[in-house]
C-alpha cells in the first residue's frame, strides 16, 4: 500500500512563490505516476499536474508557465513549484499516486495553499 504526505502548503501574498512536496512509501516510487490535484470550496477536485514513470509531465491551462512539476526518485518524493500565485489557485492540494500495472490509486492528506493579501 502507497502511503503519501503532502507538505509546503501556507499563506502566500498575490504574486509569490511555493513548493509542495509529495513524499511517498511502500511501494517502488519510480514505477509511480504521481499528479497534482485542488479542491477549493464548494467546487469539484480538479486535475492540476501530473508526471508519469518517464517524467512525461501535463498541466491544465491555467497554470501552464506558472507550476512546474518534477521527481526525485532517490528521494521518493514529487515537487509541484509554485510561481506567480492568484488568489484563484486557493484550494487544498492533493497528491496523487497511481499503480499502472494495477490500475489503483492512493491520495495524500492534503495541504491548504490559501493566496491573499
Known amino acids: 500500500q502507497v502511503q503519501l504526505v503532502e507538505s509546503g502548503g501556507g499563506l502566500v501574498q498575490p504574486g509569490g512563490s511555493l513548493r509542495l512536496s509529495c513524499a511517498a512509501s511502500g511501494f517502488r516510487f519510480s514505477w509511480l505516476a504521481i499528479s497534482w490535484h485542488r479542491q477549493a470550496p464548494g467546487k469539484e477536485r480538479e486535475l492540476v499536474a501530473s508526471?508519469?514513470?518517464?517524467?512525461?509531465?501535463n498541466y491544465r491551462d491555467s497554470v501552464k508557465g506558472r507550476f512546474t512539476i518534477s521527481r526525485d526518485n532517490a528521494k521518493n518524493t514529487v515537487y509541484l513549484q509554485m510561481n506567480s500565485l492568484k488568489p484563484e489557485d486557493t484550494a487544498v492540494y492533493y497528491c496523487k499516486a497511481y499503480i499502472p500495472v494495477s490500475n489503483t490509486d492512493y491520495w495524500g492528506q492534503g495541504t491548504q495553499v490559501t493566496v491573499s493579501l
Open positions: 508526471i508519469n514513470t518517464a517524467d512525461g509531465t
